[in-house]
Nanobody, 117 residues
Framework: QEQVVESGGGLVEAGGSLRLSCVAS????????MAWFRQAPGKEREFVARINMISGSTNYADSVKGRFTIDKDSAENTVFLDMKTLKPGDTAIYYCNAKPLFGREYWGKGTLVTVSS
């Protein structure tokens, strides 16, 4: 059964860093791209970053450009989100999205990131 699992969230002070991980399984699942979204309290879910699992091309939301980096291990169907210079406004549940070459996309249950001021 396909599933997506995030990890790495936690509490960090403003200016600090965190690294999130996301694994899509089974490993045989052929992915086109994986992405991170986030949802802050009282707000809608928003796009953060995406990476093409074949070419490695990336794109980011303007709000995180220069601070967040998305990377991948295609062989393991894993993506990472390195978050630096975190701000209280980055506080949210971070969700991973996996989009296969064929068929429907999958979502993880999320990992909470809390940035204290």
């Amino acid at each position: 059964q396909e599933q997506v699992v995030e990890s790495g969230g936690g509490l960090v002070e403003a200016g600090g860093s965190l690294r999130l991980s996301c694994v899509a399984s089974p490993r045989s699942l052929s992915l086109h791209d994986m992405a991170w979204f986030r949802q802050a309290p009282g707000k809608e879910r928003e796009f953060v970053a995406r990476i093409n699992m074949i070419s490695g091309s990336t794109n980011y939301a303007d709000s995180v450009k220069g601070r967040f980096t998305i990377d991948k291990d295609s062989a393991e169907n894993t993506v990472f989100l390195d978050m630096k210079t975190l701000k209280p406004g980055d506080t949210a549940i971070y969700y991973c999205n996996a989009k296969p070459l064929f068929g429907r996309e999958y979502w993880g249950k999320g990992t909470l990131v809390t940035v204290s001021s």
